[in-house]
């Protein structure tokens, strides 16, 4: 397998300050977290981080040899670019170790105006091909990507060859449908997006009903999006994977994908073979106790791959999404 060195960094979330601490406390290489605004992706009430939560937050990162990455990876729209601006200059007050980035305007600031702070290409930017990539370093000095869920293993190994950046791969947790950064479903009900505000089905509009014949239905901007048997637990409303009727299938069905995590636990050698830098866990909605134990496990999993020891990954299939789980692109595109 050649040398691991600087492979396999564990890149876990981060929601709150609590889970930051949890997550560095069970084995964390580095941490992904934002602002309470619309310059990251998971912009919901309740979650991220004050300028002072995070200035705290590096510090206490910092002393336990970890670290942490800022997420600037959404959108300006037209004449807000400054909420960007800020957060960036607060985060390098703060002593990030990156900024993750999208927008190639909020690339470009970054990039003149905080030159020693390292650029990381958010998923947002749907950066597949290695042109694209290229042209992100070339261009801001990005120093790595976050690779769209779309590629195989065999593709991944062919970009890690004819990029000058490190490459960083989800893992685990939500498995993204639509193409990452150009997803205008939920603005189409609710008109926020998640690439612009920050919010895929933002939680004000999201509702439950109880029917009479004892199903339970998820809804979103007053739709119903999905309904649940009385022993299934009600998931959350998300237009992708949410049920549809159709002239050929009246009953109702997945049009897209039914509620399914990503889980690439038994990938992960191959991974680390190919030379994928960094293991990302999608998550930063998610419990503190969720974060413990996704995140101890594949502490551990890495640890023991690294030593020629076989990893035990069974309880992970129990936090996946519906404990339904699937390897998506990684392993093949027959989901396509």
Known sequence: ???????????CPAGTPAALRTAVDAGADAVYCG??????ARNFPGLNFSPDEL??????????????????????AAGGVDLWRDAAALGANAGVDALIVADIGVAHYIAEKHPDIRLHLSVQAAASSAEAIRYYCEHFGVKRVVLPRILTIPEIRTIRKEIPCEIETFIFGNHGLMVEGRCTLTN???????????????????????????????????FTIDWFEPNEKAGYPTICKGRYTAPHRPEGYYAFEEPIGLNLSNLLGDLMEVGVHAFKIEGRQRSKSYVRSVVETFRQAVDDIRAGIPPDLEKLSVLTEGQKQTQGAFQTKKWR
């Open 1 to 11: 397998m050649g040398s691991m060195k600087n492979i396999g960094e564990l890149v």
């Open 188 to 222: 189409y009900l609710t008109g926020q997006s998640t690439n612009m505000d920050g919010v895929c089905s933002p939680a004000s509009q999201v509702t439950y009903q109880q029917e009479k014949d004892g199903r339970m239905s998820s809804c979103l901007g007053g």
């Open 35 to 40: 602002f309470r605004n619309a310059t990251n």
């Open 55 to 76: 200035k705290a937050a590096v510090f206490y990162a910092h002393e336990k040899g970890a670290k942490v990455l800022l997420a600037l990876n959404t959108y300006p």
